[in-house]
């Protein structure tokens, strides 16, 4: 019973600080957000050059993915909508499912996949280098010239690879919807307009704002958290993936239980 | 050794290795462009001319594990002299540099950048495990 007790206690112990030092490192990089120094020349550079590999690097297998699933998952709704009579439910479904829920989160995954793992590995890596101690040594802010670049990037990568997913699925919805329920262009247009609510467009941006910050800052925490042992590296990057997956489903989760209110 | 020469050392030392994902010059102007708020263009005009010293300009696209011990060893040099008004030090040199049996390479190395920095100490382990400090006289 007691070694129960003592169990639970050092699990809660471990998740206790788990959450103290994500939310610790969080407030320094909003606080360094919010700081005009932050944003000096050579953070700007690496800002630039994390947008391109998080963003634009990725940006064909991206299309490709992004029209794949597009028509596969129009194609699939419309179909059923056709064959149980909704018809009528076309645009919301679209809105509410596909740019609204679907999007965001298909983006997120291919980045926290791509990404995310890579700067967990990266992080870590240069812990057990001591690369970031070299950092310290010659004066530069590790938070401002290495880890708020990063959260910036994938922020703003999110946000932007998810509209752009949503265009796509849009025009692969056309497409269905000509083929499905031979509708025109100006129809399609006037039911997703009709459909379209400003809430909407709120809830993804800030979904996505979410999503970016936290699969960023999560993989950079766990990276972090390796020691000098070079066989921490794995450790930390595995450990730091599941946090990312675990976060994500929680944002969705929440972002539907703020839609539903 | 931070503490009493603050924003002015320039460590050498095999525990302050040189970034992973950035090349030699990227190396060095990242101390350059941070600390003196220069543009990228300047910085790598004025990194290329320090490694001309050297006869080390064509290594500077290379990564850390593409460069030999001696080389590695005046980049970190010239990385050491870009903050302002460096004070170099130089720790355990022998760690870095395992095939050189004196102090000449070292003495060398500085000399051919004695205008970019205002001194230099180096620091080496005594077999008795106690810390001594050599000052490098040829500066002065």
């Not at chain 1, 595995?238 to 929680?250: H, K, P, S």
């Amino acid at each position: 019973m007691l070694s129960a007790v003592e169990y639970l206690g050092r699990a809660a112990l471990g998740v206790s600080k788990t959450w103290a030092d994500h939310f610790s490192l969080a407030l320094s990089i909003l606080a360094k957000i919010f700081h005009r120094r932050s944003y000096s020349g050579i953070a700007i550079m690496v800002l630039i050059n994390q947008i391109y590999f998080t963003a634009i690097q990725i940006l064909p297998l991206f299309f490709a993915v992004s029209i794949i699933m597009g028509f596969l998952i129009t194609g699939i709704v419309f179909n059923l909508l056709k064959e149980l009579g909704l018809a009528e439910y076309t645009g919301r479904i679209i809105m509410g499912f596909v740019v609204t829920e679907l999007s965001p989160f298909l983006t997120v995954l291919f980045l926290a996949l791509r990404t995310s793992s890579a700067m967990n590995a990266e992080i870590a890596t240069m812990k057990v280098n001591k690369e970031l101690h070299t950092l310290e040594v010659f004066n530069i802010d590790v938070i401002s010239y290495l880890f708020l670049p990063r959260v910036i990037s994938g922020v703003i990568s999110v946000t932007l690879l998810s509209g752009i997913f949503s265009i796509l699925a849009l025009a692969a919805g056309f497409v269905c919807s000509n083929l499905i329920f031979n509708m025109s262009l100006d129809g399609y247009a006037n039911l997703l307009l009709n459909s379209a609510e400003i809430s909407d467009i709120a809830i993804i941006l800030v979904k996505c704002s979410t999503f970016g910050f936290f699969i960023t800052l999560i993989p950079i925490r766990s990276g972090l958290n390796a020691t000098n042992d070079l066989t921490s590296v794995p450790v930390a990057v595995l450990i730091g993936m599941v946090r990312v997956f675990v976060a994500i489903i929680a944002i969705e989760v929440l972002s539907l239980i703020a839609r539903s209110i | 050794m931070k503490r009493v020469l603050g924003p002015h050392l320039g460590l050498v030392s095999s525990d302050v290795p040189l970034i992973s994902n950035l090349n030699v010059w990227s190396n060095i102007a990242l101390i350059y462009q941070y600390h003196r708020k220069a543009s990228k263009k300047s910085a790598r005009t004025f990194v290329i001319q320090c490694l001309q010293r050297y006869g080390l300009e064509g290594i500077a696209e290379k990564r850390n594990s593409e460069i030999s011990d001696d080389e590695r060893f005046c980049v970190k040099v010239l990385r050491a002299v870009m903050v302002v008004k460096a004070v170099i030090v130089i720790d355990r040199p022998f760690r870095m540099l395992h095939y050189h049996k004196d102090i000449s390479f070292i003495y060398e190395t500085l000399a051919k950048i004695d205008d970019l920095f205002e001194r230099c100490d180096i620091l080496d382990y005594d077999p008795r495990g106690k810390l001594r400090e050599e000052r490098d006289d040829s500066k002065a």
